[in-house]
Each structure stands twice: as structure tokens, then as C-alpha cells.
């Protein structure tokens, strides 16, 4: 295995799925569980059907790399509306999760030794994805504000955050540090990458 391999494979051991945890617990605090009785299996079922019998040759054929260009356009649309993020389709790339997302996140803008910031406590896979990547990890605190960036070091070239809902306090990184971290990072020349 490459380096690359084997780290990964170490951090993998360490996760299980849910297929291998016990199925006999009676309160499973494992998280990132969706609700399922909330997901409106009808309404998915019947667009999911009418949409079926209107797929075209050039539907099912080879797409863009970045996703269905439909998906991406409606995406667009969700975060102007949700996020106040105003963007291009040609900016969004589908992904098969965060883990694939902040893989490519690392594989383009991260060399090997180079630092990068986490919040502490952080996501696993995160770390786990750094880990493997060869980053130089810079944990910095977490208080009741969320990131204390009066803590961030003197440079980084990411910062890897979660300020609407901090993983795993859920607390909400205030706008006077938002703005902060933003400075820091423009005066470091470091990116930072939002996991929402
Ligand atoms: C901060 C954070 N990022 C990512 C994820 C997982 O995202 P995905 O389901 O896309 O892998 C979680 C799940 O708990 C999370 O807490």
C-alpha cells in the first residue's frame, strides 16, 4: 500500500458501519442517523415514477463529471434561497457524501506536510481524511462562540469549520468571530473550507 493506503486504512478500522454495530442496543447514540419516518416516501415514490417514464437516451448516457446539470441548477436555487450563496451551477460539483467532497477538497488545494486547522473537538472524518492526505493538523478550541480565533496560529493553508452547527457541540460560530476568522485567513493567504 501507498502511504496514502495505508493511512487510510488504519483510520478506516476505527469506524464501524452501521451493518456492524450491534444491533441489540437499546439506545444507540451513534450519529448522523436520519429519521426515516420523516422522509416522504410517497411523494419521492410518485416523482421518482413520473420522472422514470420520461428518461432519455441522452439521461442515462455519460453526463457531466460534475453532476446532472439539473441537480446543480437546483442546487443553485436552494442556496441562494436557504444560504444567501449566489453561485453558478458550473460552480457545484455533486458529490457522494462529505467524505468524497473533502477528499477532492484535499487532493487539489493540499500538499502533503502542510498545515491545516481543525476545530476542537471535530468530525472524525475530517480528521480522517486529513490524516490520510499527510496534513500537519492544528487543533484549535472550541468555546460557547464556537472557534476561538483569537487561537488560530500563526498560518495555515486550510481551515476546516463547521460554523453553522459545530460538530459535535452544535453551537453556532458568532458573526464577530466569523468576521475574524475571514481576516485571518485573507492576512494568512489560507482558504477556508465549510463543512455545513
Ligand atoms: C460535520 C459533519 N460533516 C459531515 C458529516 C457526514 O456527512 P455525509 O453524510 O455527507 O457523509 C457529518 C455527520 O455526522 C458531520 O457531522
Given amino acids: 500500500l501507498s ?16 451493518e456492524e454495530r450491534s444491533p441489540s442496543l437499546r439506545y444507540d447514540f451513534a450519529y448522523g442517523h436520519s429519521n426515516i419516518e420523516l422522509f416522504p416516501f410517497e411523494a419521492w415514490r410518485r416523482a421518482l415514477l413520473r420522472n422514470a417514464r420520461k428518461i432519455s437516451i441522452p439521461d442515462i448516457d ?8 439539473a441537480l446543480r441548477e437546483s442546487i443553485c436555487a436552494y442556496l441562494q ?15 457522494n457524501g462529505s467524505q468524497q467532497g473533502l477528499a477532492l477538497v484535499v487532493r487539489v488545494l493540499l500538499e502533503p506536510g502542510q498545515r491545516v486547522i481543525i476545530e476542537e473537538p471535530q468530525y472524525q ?4 481524511i486529513l490524516r490520510a492526505a499527510g496534513a500537519r493538523l492544528i487543533p484549535v478550541p472550541v468555546d460557547h462562540e464556537g472557534l476561538i480565533t483569537s487561537k488560530l ?16 457541540t452544535g453551537v453556532i460560530l458568532t458573526l464577530e468571530r466569523r468576521l475574524e476568522l475571514l481576516a485571518w485567513a485573507k492576512r494568512r493567504n489560507a482558504i477556508v473550507i465549510e463543512d455545513d
Wanted: positive net charge; contains cysteine; glycine residues 6%.
Fill in 153 to 168: 496560529p500563526d498560518d495555515a493553508r486550510l481551515a476546516f469549520v463547521t460554523p453553522s452547527h459545530q460538530f459535535p
Fill in 62 to 69: 455519460y453526463g457531466s463529471p460534475s453532476g446532472t446539470r
Fill in 81 to 95: 434561497r436557504a444560504r444567501a450563496v449566489i453561485c453558478d451551477p458550473s460552480q457545484v460539483i455533486i458529490v
Fill in 3 to 18: 502511504r496514502f493506503g495505508k493511512v487510510a486504512t488504519a483510520e478506516a478500522t476505527n469506524v464501524l458501519s452501521s
Fill in 125 to 128: 472524518g475530517t480528521r480522517q
